[in-house]
């Protein structure tokens, strides 16, 4: 079992920056796919960005694309998503997600769950 902490989310001005940070638990975190998902009050979980144990094979959303780097660090447990030209509309509690190599970019595809932290872009 993987046991998985979010932190760094709050409020930002629109073009503002914020990191997120996922914390793991395990001794194989590398072997996981990891990605981060979103959800806005009244819609569907959505896709952000994935990326694979090694970290060669980023994967973002178009939404995002430009703006948000997913990275990981396997010697600390830990993968980030750099937010840069934060927009109103990227307003969400933002999940990290672990998964097996086969995860996608729908949420049943992934195992285990992050209690969420919540972003909030002011105009």
């Known amino acids: 079992q993987v046991q998985l902490v979010e932190s760094g989310g709050g409020l930002v001005q629109a073009g503002g920056s914020l990191r997120l940070s996922c914390a793991a638990s395990?001794?194989?975190?590398?072997?996981?796919?990891m990605a981060w998902f979103r959800q806005a009050p009244g819609k569907e979980r959505q896709f952000v960005a994935r990326?694979?144990?090694?970290?060669?094979?980023?994967l973002y959303a178009d939404s995002v694309k430009g703006r948000f780097t997913i990275s990981r660090d396997n010697a600390k447990n830990t993968v980030y998503l750099q937010m840069n030209s934060l927009k109103p509309e990227d307003t969400a509690v933002y999940y990290c997600?672990?998964?097996?190599?086969?995860?996608?970019?729908?949420?049943?595809?992934?195992?285990?769950w992050g209690q969420g932290t919540q972003v909030t872009v002011s105009a």
């Open positions: 997600t672990a998964g097996g190599v086969v995860a996608g970019i729908v949420p049943t595809s992934y195992q285990y």
């Open positions: 395990g001794r194989t975190f590398s072997g996981y796919t």
């Open positions: 990326i694979s144990g090694s970290g060669s094979r980023p």
